[in-house]
């Protein structure tokens, strides 16, 4: 279906926004937009529209490439916030406040999206989409397990094999951390559903899994390294897991 070049209108207000670059559990999620018309005056007295969106996305932090920051033992199902509507006051802006309970079974970080609407007196209206993070936990650990150099690459479970361990903030800056470790074993008729990304991507079948050990230990400074080492000679697979007992937040490798 062909569109009429002259049904597409540009915006003839610009929207700017007053919040931060990650929401954090324990503030408001309070966004403020900020309306001008291009020739510079405030878009004052006009309704204003504001549609939010969260879904799941890679938990990631600059320092700590190759981290995984994520549990794909949990998953967050995507959820529509409501729309609601405002009025630009004599500068333009205009405050909303969506309610959303940080929830306990995020993977990691997810992803706010944005969609704001500014009409005029005679119904067109200016839009915009942005995106912001929402950080559900207070802090963060992550796992870097080096790939072994037996079938398929896999660990050798007659050794010691070297865990890099991650603790951070939200804003990712280096923490110390006491941190639980957990090893469990996977059985075969574990399977696993998603769209092929890493942060989608989910091992189901909880009743599947066999508990081999729980351990306390100490990162220093942001990263530390774990010994990682099996009772006895073994196959399979194994899920590890680091659950840091105060924020909540935990991450997982298969």
């Known amino acids: 279906k062909s569109l009429k070049i002259e049904t597409i209108k540009p915006n003839r207000i610009r929207v700017d926004y007053d919040m931060p670059e990650v929401f954090s559990s324990g503030a408001k999620l309070s966004p403020v937009l900020k309306g001008n018309w291009l020739y510079g005056s405030p878009a004052a007295n006009l309704k204003a529209r504001m549609e939010l969106s969260v879904e799941n996305m890679k938990t990631e932090f600059p320092k700590f490439e190759g981290y995984q920051f994520d549990d794909r033992t949990k998953r967050f199902w995507d959820k529509d916030l409501e729309q609601q509507d405002q009025t630009t ?10 309610k959303f309970d940080a929830p306990s079974d995020a993977p990691g970080m997810l992803k706010v999206r944005i969609r704001t ?24 650990v992550g796992i870097k397990l080096d790939r072994g150099k037996n079938w398929i690459t ?16 939200a ?4 923490l110390s951390k006491e941190v639980t470790v957990e090893l469990y074993k996977l059985s075969w008729n574990w399977w696993w559903e998603g769209d092929g990304n890493d942060d989608v991507t989910q ?38 897991k680091v659950t840091d007992p105060k924020s909540g937040h935990s991450s997982s490798q298969i």
């Open 89 to 98: 006051n004599s500068e333009g802006r205009a405050t909303f406040n969506f």
């Open 117 to 140: 609407k500014v009409f005029e007196q005679g119904g067109d209206f200016s839009q915009d989409f942005i995106s912001r993070k929402y950080s559900p936990y207070s802090s963060y």
């Open 154 to 169: 896999a660990v050798n479970t007659e050794e010691s094999n070297a865990v890099s361990l991650a603790a951070v903030d």
């Open 171 to 174: 804003s990712g800056k280096p």
């Open 203 to 240: 091992y189901i079948n909880a009743s599947s899994q066999s508990f081999v050990w729980s351990k306390k230990f100490n990162i220093s400074n942001g990263k530390s390294v774990f010994d990682l080492k099996f009772d006895k000679p073994t196959w399979g697979r194994f899920l590890l």
